[in-house]
């Protein structure tokens, strides 16, 4: 009986082949690796059974197939002996490669893109989630469409036919510019309402901290152990796609908003850049960003450079950071020695509620600077004013005539006025 669920179930599953172009100009073979890794966890996260893959070195790829002919027909046979009806590419093909490569290979074509944009149509629960990702996927879509051949007549056909594949607007370039046009009127309206909740928060005195990283970075993991509340936490890529706030109270008595966000990866389609812009906009607003790094694969410092790179185009450059390098418990104990000595980042495990100590004092130190004490006579009313000035006020108790007074410190503001508070701060 379990059996024959089984291999139902797997017969019910896309089966499909997947094919990675490696330039020779651009050689590595640690990153040719890990591409392909990557790939075949993002396939597997839409929901496919990959069985088999292949990589083509080449000096450029072939406008007509992308890889060689020769390949494309070893590809092909390939796929009819395991009888997968996809082929999916690593790499971002133009609307007449994917047409040639339909014809020659007669199974479905998938590019790394379109892939990325189908596993978003899977995970998004949100109306705006739902809209953002259709947009991404429309603008993809309207000027590839004379390449789109089998895809387009396989409705409901798995990956890369979800969203709005299913609706036949393909097939009609102006439905599809007026349901981008809607799509777009409606995202504004987000933007304008994230700007007034902003702008509230700010008024309020609520700090906004962001959580960014690559995808699978525990960022999740990170919120719900945080902030002791439910998260929905799964290992695999893309687990969250609406962004999710809890509030947060630091050690300081400081509450903050703490927001996750969807999380990057190498390559990430523009489209939905673009799309998700006014969710993404949070990041550009935060006070803060602090930015989660697995540290347990070898690859940590390319995913950094990913994220950094996707900060950039958020207009996100020269705001304050704080680096977490997270699943310390998994990483390998030479990368864990060389992280420590000298990451410029805090090394933690989600998981450890001595790690998440830290990571609760260092997002207040890096919020509101360090904390100083001092003892004010109470007549003083013009130093207790100066001490107001320069951070925020967390403690305060009466001792005789004296005022004691816990401030954390901005170090600027701290600094200009030093020389009359010196007198009255306890060391």
Aim: charged share 30%; aromatic share 6%.
């Amino acid at each position: 009986m379990h059996k024959q669920t089984y291999e139902t179930m797997r017969q019910d599953k896309e089966r499909a082949v997947l094919v990675s172009l490696a330039l020779d100009r651009q050689s590595d073979s640690r990153m040719e690796e890990y591409s392909l890794s990557e790939l075949v966890n993002l396939a597997e996260t839409a929901g496919v059974e990959v069985v088999d893959t292949f990589v083509q070195k080449r000096e450029t790829p072939d406008p007509k197939w992308f890889i060689g002919k020769g390949k494309a027909d070893e590809v092909k046979q390939r796929a009819i002996q395991l009888e997968a009806g996809t082929v999916i590419f690593d790499q971002e093909l133009t609307g007449t490669q994917v047409r040639n490569l339909e014809e020659a290979l007669d199974v479905k074509i998938i590019d790394r893109t379109s892939l990325i944009l189908d596993i978003f149509a899977q995970r998004a629960k949100t109306r705006e989630g739902i809209l953002q990702v259709e947009l991404a996927q429309l603008s993809y879509l309207l000027h590839r469409l004379s390449g789109q051949g089998k895809n387009l007549s396989r409705l409901g056909g798995g990956i890369g036919t979800r969203g709005p594949g299913e609706t036949k607007l393909e097939t009609d370039r102006r439905h599809i510019r007026k349901r981008i046009g809607d799509l777009k009127e409606y995202l504004r309206e987000v933007k304008r309402h994230r700007k007034l909740q902003r702008e509230r928060r700010k008024k309020s005195g609520v700090y906004q901290v962001a959580l960014v990283g690559y995808t699978n970075a525990g960022k999740s993991t990170l919120l719900r152990q945080l902030t002791k509340t439910e998260v929905y936490v799964e290992n695999q890529l893309f687990a969250t796609l609406d962004p999710l706030s809890r509030t947060f109270r630091l050690p300081s008595g400081q509450e903050i908003v703490l927001t996750d966000t969807v999380g990057f990866i190498r390559n990430l389609p523009h489209e939905l850049v673009a799309a998700f812009r006014a969710t993404l906009e949070e990041v550009g607003e935060a006070d803060l960003i602090v930015h989660v790094v697995d540290c347990s694969t070898e690859m940590y410092n390319e995913q950094i450079e990913v994220v950094e790179q996707v900060l950039d185009e958020l207009g996100a450059q020269g705001k304050d950071r704080l680096m977490l390098f997270n699943k310390a418990d998994l990483c390998p104990p030479e990368q864990l020695d060389m992280l420590s000595s000298g990451s410029g980042g805090l090394v933690i495990s989600a998981y450890s509620e001595t790690d998440l100590n830290r990571v609760a004092e260092a997002i207040d130190k890096s919020l509101l600077g360090d904390r100083k004490r001092f003892r004010i006579p109470a007549g003083q009313g013009e130093i207790i004013s100066l001490v107001y000035r320069i951070g925020n006020v967390t403690e305060q108790s009466a001792d005789g005539e004296d005022l004691l007074l816990t401030v954390s410190v901005n170090a600027g503001d701290y600094g200009k006025l030093s020389h009359q508070l010196a007198a009255y701060e306890q060391k």
